[in-house]
């Protein structure tokens, strides 16, 4: 089945430094790929759309200069938090659309998910 | 008012009982419901979908929707200790691709 690589698994920084966060299709190409947040025993919240070779589109409230995402080949999204504070600390996951027989309905895989601490 | 309403639990049941987990929305649009487990720490995988009303059954699991009442359920049958885990509803307009997600249940399962 689809698969959806996301990496770092985890990764703590420093205030004032950059943070990027891979999110790869293994077996299919990814033309859409989408990028959530999740503080603890809340919901996802997205926060950007990404299309190949486009530039992303950002959900309201989202700064588009802080979260920086590339989506510059069909298997690859990066998002780079920058210049990260404390109350970006948060579980980021990134997923892709993918074109299963489910359509819509199944028509996301998730990756792993990358917890972000900034101290 | 959000759009869609989960119960954030926690559950705690004893292995072998029936689960239901439920979630309401007020968007009558919704066309596609999903179910997702998430594990912690991890990123949810998906365990069954709907599109429009009816039920749907897949082993132990069997996901229902009730678009008139806006509310839609997954039950799961014969629980066992690996089922603990958060359970996610997501929903979406037909054609948008733009998932609604529920807070999740943190579901329990005791051996």
């Known amino acids: 089945g689809a698969v959806v690589s996301q990496h770092p698994s985890w990764v703590i920084c420093k205030s004032g430094t950059s943070v990027k966060i891979e999110c790869r299709s293994l077996?299919?190409?990814?033309?859409?790929m989408f990028w959530y947040r999740q503080f603890p025993k809340q919901s996802l919240m997205l926060m950007a759309t990404?299309?190949?070779?486009?530039?992303?589109?950002?959900e309201q409230g989202v700064e588009k200069d802080k979260f920086l995402i590339n989506h510059a080949s069909l298997t690859l999204s990066t998002l780079t938090v920058t210049s990260a504070h404390p109350e970006d600390s948060s579980f980021y996951i990134c997923s892709a659309r993918n074109s299963g027989p489910g359509g819509e309905g199944s028509g996301y895989t998730f990756g792993s998910g990358t917890r972000l601490t900034v101290v | 008012q959000k759009e869609v309403e989960q119960d954030p639990g926690p559950l705690s049941v004893p292995e072998g009982a029936i689960v239901s987990l439920n979630c309401t929305y007020s968007?009558?649009?919704?066309?596609?419901f999903m179910w997702y487990r998430q594990y912690s720490r991890k990123g949810p995988e998906l365990l069954m979908y709907t599109y429009s009303s009816g039920n749907k059954e897949d082993g132990r699991f069997t996901a229902q929707v009730d678009k008139s009442s806006k509310y839609i359920s997954l039950f799961i049958r014969d629980s066992q200790p690996s089922d603990s885990a958060t359970y996610l509803c997501?929903?979406?307009?037909?054609?948008?691709?733009?998932?609604?997600f529920g807070t999740g249940t943190r579901l329990k399962v005791l051996a």
């Open positions: 990404s299309n190949e070779g486009s530039k992303a589109t950002y």
């Open positions: 077996d299919f190409q990814a033309t859409t």
């Open positions: 997501a929903m979406s307009v037909s054609g948008t691709y733009k998932y609604i």
């Open positions: 968007n009558s649009a919704f066309q596609y």
